[in-house]
């Protein structure tokens, strides 16, 4: 398993984690670091991940809902809901990482830890978000 692809399964891991124990971010990272060592590049980019989510949070989720038809943030089950936090905010804001890197590194997380219908399901979601933001991340000649 690659450095990074670790790196976005650790961090969806404390995401969940911080849904039970909201507001205890840095107490959450200290504690998972002690019991998930993992190599400083992996866990430098899962924080990153998981950081930036985390501030980013409204927009993320007001961006889920707008794209997500006919489902509510809190109708999409939580490892779903994370996994899309979690690419969203790659498509938003780490342009570092292609759009279909974030989105296939998504798709996978989902039928990892998802339902069997959870990779078609978070594939569609951000399929329309990418194309939601396409407009908004052109810049003028």
């Known amino acids: ?11 969806l891991m404390i995401l969940y ?3 039970f124990r909201s507001g205890e971010t840095e107490r959450v990272l200290k504690e998972f670091w002690q019991d998930h060592p993992a190599l400083p590049e992996v866990q430098a980019f899962a924080d990153s991940l998981v950081r930036g989510t985390l501030e980013h949070g409204a927009e993320i989720d ?23 936090r979690l690419a969203a905010y790659e498509l938003l804001h780490r342009h ?7 989105i296939n590194e998504a798709i996978e997380l989902a039928k990892l830890y998802g339902s ?15 194309l ?7 810049a003028p000649a």
């Open 62 to 84: 007001r961006l889920i809902v707008v794209n997500a038809a006919h489902w509510s943030l809190a109708r999409i089950a939580l490892v779903e809901r994370n996994i899309l």
């Open 96 to 102: 570092d990482i292609p759009e279909k890197v974030a």
């Open 116 to 130: 069997q219908e959870s990779g078609a399901f978070v594939n569609g979601i951000l399929d329309q978000i990418r």
């Open 132 to 138: 939601h933001l396409q407009p908004h991340q052109q």
């Open 17 to 19: 984690e911080l849904e």
């Open 1 to 11: 398993m690659g450095k990074r692809r670790k790196g976005r399964e650790l961090a």
